[in-house]
């Protein structure tokens, strides 16, 4: 009795955040959409602890523990160390099978779920091997794993047809590698309200957050895009009444994606197992990036940014790009608007607006995509920043989101994903609250010598034309073959991202004289150089970085600086590059001409000293 007591004013308490927020109603469901496939439309939700975790009896004996305390008196409640989820040895890969119920494509299907989490860890997996402790993949009749390592043989259920999807599958890997639900996260109020009402009460337990001391955050932000957080509909009485709703509305259609383990997602695994341990070197990744733990020489970037500090976006030639946004409005669209986008392409578009300066944007015109409970196939993203990492709004559906989005700092990002059905896209217009500070150059004037002498007096305007970049794309494929460590999965190709240069806007100097007379003066008058631009090659000391500078002589003043960069070598087994219009033959990962010394590339063999020859 107690203990429903406390459920009941749980309930209420976290009802009436709801209520004062917003009126439950917007809530309703979009009669367009289609249900969004997960594991809860093939499990039986009345077998499984939060809807597909199976439990060892003594972690369901801990978890009942743990619920009891945390709804008792905060005088009496016990903190148990011991955590119901263990990690697994990240010294050794991980070993698993298959046992005959797995078909062959739904084999492979796992395997790519398994190197998903894979390259982005510091763990391995290895099909098969002598350890006692192992995964085994079976057909259990529905989809559902144990929470981290529970000793010996443990099934992960993985039932054809039904939870053959690589994100269902990633979903179930993510519990067995000690992951929980991220809608049990004990700051769940603080990001969704759950609505009991439309919960059995029989399955209110699969709501209950998990205590701090089990799931631990390691600091990290509340993921709406997780791939293992819960759509807005499961376990529903009502199936056209959410029974999650995020209290920034913009996530409602985030929730439930069932695609791929999100940045975060990767993130929360490297932090448990301690993977960024691995880097010793210190590396200033942009936009929420850190040292890849499979290659300390890069970063990881959140989804939309590549290069090796995470300071490009990912594009193609039809669209996509950095757009220095000014006070007059400008236009971004998918390709073939108002005609239906092509299938399979990404379009990001990385909105920059002056120091201190705020973006904005607003969808405008007809707005239309595939229409499901979750958007995660085909639909626009938007991140308004400052913190990249966890996964933005994404909105999919023929409603036009009527809210203008205002970024949180200077940057903002817009990702358009067209995985499945085609269809319209969207137009939207984007502007700044502020204008670009206007610069000042010495004026070019010739000096007077006498009162009585007037020389014709002569003004510089500089003005900054705003400019849309559209950046090709540059193939960046490493021929031959390319392992990171010994338990890399068969099949994995290794290509490095495609290289890409940031716009900019175009500054201009504009000469004119009141008299209409010409400078004969001419000396090396010019502005300051431009950032370097990053470099043409991501490895083998191969690359050239540059940067330029307008003058009011071309002839007289350099330009232009070019140096050479990216010196760490490039995977093992890389013979040649082809990128940005430049072919490099490599010679032990490194441009013919340098010599590899440990993972660099250097001017002598074995890194000697030049005055020691």
């Not at 070993?95 to 763990?123: H, M, V």
């Not at 990385?350 to 707005?367: E, K, M, R, S, V």
């Not at 007096?457 to 010994?486: A, D, K, N």
Request: net charge negative; aromatic share 10%.
């Amino acid at each position: 009795m107690v203990l429903l007591t406390q459920i009941f004013r749980e309930v209420l308490q976290n009802d009436a955040i709801l209520l004062a927020y917003d009126d439950a109603t917007h809530y309703k469901h979009n009669q367009e959409s289609k249900p969004h496939h997960d594991e809860l439309r093939v499990n039986n939700p009345d077998e499984y602890y939060q809807g597909d975790v199976d439990l060892t009896k003594w972690q369901a004996l801990k978890l009942q523990t743990q619920i009891l305390d945390s709804l008792g008196d905060e005088s009496t409640t016990k903190r148990h160390k011991r955590k119901i989820g263990k990690r697994w040895d990240k010294r050794k890969p991980i070993i698993y099978d298959f046992a005959d119920s797995i078909p062959a494509e739904t084999r492979d299907k796992i395997k790519q779920a398994l190197n998903i989490w894979q390259k982005g860890t510091c763990l391995r997996f290895k099909e098969g091997g002598p350890d006692v402790d192992r995964l085994e993949f079976f057909d259990g009749g529905g989809c559902s794993s144990f929470v981290g390592k529970t000793g010996g043989t443990q099934g992960i259920s993985i039932s054809t047809p039904g939870c053959d999807q690589v994100g269902i599958i990633a979903h179930e890997i993510g519990h067995a590698l000690a992951l929980f639900h991220e809608q049990a996260r004990p700051d769940q109020l603080e990001n969704i309200a759950i609505h009991y009402q439309n919960i059995p009460v029989s399955r209110w337990n699969n709501f209950h957050p998990v205590t701090d001391n089990q799931a631990a955050t390691f600091g990290l932000p509340y993921d709406t895009g997780s791939v293992m957080h819960y759509g807005a509909y499961g376990f529903s009485s009502d199936p056209y009444r959410p029974t999650i709703s995020t209290i920034d509305r913009n996530f409602q259609t985030t929730i439930g994606q069932r695609t791929e383990p999100s940045f975060l997602d990767i993130q929360s695994i490297n932090e448990a197992y301690k993977c960024r341990e691995n880097c010793k070197n210190s590396l200033s990744c942009l936009h929420g990036g850190y040292p890849h733990p499979n290659n300390c020489y890069t970063c990881l970037c959140p989804a939309g940014f590549q290069g090796q500090f995470c300071e490009l976006v990912v594009t193609n030639t039809l669209c996509g790009g950095i757009i220095t946004a000014s006070t007059t409005p400008t236009h971004i669209q998918t390709p073939n608007y108002p005609n239906p986008f092509p299938h399979g392409q990404a379009c990001i578009w990385l909105l920059q607006a002056p120091p201190t300066g705020h973006l904005f944007l607003q969808f405008i015109d007809n707005f239309h995509y595939q229409c499901e409970d979750t958007c995660d196939k085909s639909f626009v993203e938007v991140k308004t920043g400052p913190d990249f990492r966890p996964t933005g709004y994404r909105f999919c559906c023929s409603v036009v989101p009527s809210q203008v989005f205002q970024s949180g700092e200077q940057e903002m990002l817009i990702m358009h994903f067209a995985n499945d059905q085609v269809s319209t896209g969207f137009r939207a217009k984007v502007w700044t609250d502020k204008e670009v500070v206007q610069p000042h150059l010495p004026s070019t004037a010739m000096p007077t010598t006498t009162d009585e002498l007037t020389t014709p007096s002569t003004t510089t305007i500089f003005y900054l034309t705003p400019t849309t970049t559209i950046l090709p794309v540059w193939p960046f494929t490493l021929f031959g073959t390319s392992s990171i460590s010994p338990f890399t999965l068969p099949g994995e190709a290794t290509t490095l991202s495609p290289f890409t240069t940031p716009g900019a806007g175009i500054l201009t100097a504009l000469v004119t004289s009141s008299a209409g007379s010409s400078i004969t003066d001419q000396k090396c008058i010019c502005q300051g150089w431009t950032e370097w631009s990053a470099c043409s090659q991501m490895c083998g000391g191969c690359g050239k970085r540059s940067r330029k500078r307008e003058c009011a002589s071309v002839e007289n003043c350099q330009v232009e600086e070019k140096r050479t960069c990216n010196f760490q070598a490039c995977p093992q087994g890389t013979n040649f590059l082809f990128n940005n219009s430049e072919f490099h033959i490599l010679w032990k990962s490194c441009c013919v001409g340098l010599f590899r010394s440990k993972d660099q590339c250097t001017a002598l063999e074995n890194g000697e000293n030049a005055f020691l020859r």
